[in-house]
């Protein structure tokens, strides 16, 4: 069973920049992609990126496109999310996940893809 446990959240000004790491144990990261989601206050969780489980496909949602990067070390069993142009609504707890299915072709967006759930990290974001 995959163990994710997620760091690198705080508090920044808006323009600012973060790296989340989320580092995986207990089970085979490499065979599965991960994902980045968010949940603030109130609202739903949401996908923010996906990277497969070969590192060579990323996908973004729209809100972070051109600001956030998704990479992974397979080496290390880690994967990140350096955050640039941080703005107010980026704010939340941000999760990493683990898609259940190893190998999965497609890179899903949909939170119930997902197992292996971290405990997430606060990102806080004045303006």
């Known amino acids: 069973q995959v163990q994710l446990v997620e760091s690198g959240g705080g508090l920044v000004q808006g323009g600012g920049s973060l790296r989340l790491s989320c580092a995986a144990s207990?089970?085979?990261?490499?065979?599965?992609?991960m994902g980045w989601f968010r949940q603030a206050p109130g609202k739903e969780r949401e996908f923010v990126a996906g990277?497969?489980?070969?590192?060579?496909?990323?996908r973004y949602a729209d809100s972070v496109k051109g600001r956030f990067t998704i990479s992974r070390d397979n080496a290390k069993n880690t994967v990140y999310l350096q955050m640039n142009s941080l703005k107010p609504e980026d704010t939340a707890v941000y999760y990493c996940?683990?898609?259940?299915?190893?190998?999965?072709?497609?890179?899903?967006?949909?939170?119930?893809?997902?197992?292996?759930w971290g405990q997430g990290t606060q990102v806080s974001v004045s303006s």
């Open positions: 207990g089970g085979t990261f490499n065979v599965h992609g």
């Open positions: 990277i497969s489980w070969t590192g060579g496909r990323t």
């Open positions: 996940a683990a898609d259940k299915v190893p190998r999965r072709v497609v890179l899903t967006t949909q939170p119930g893809n997902y197992d292996y």
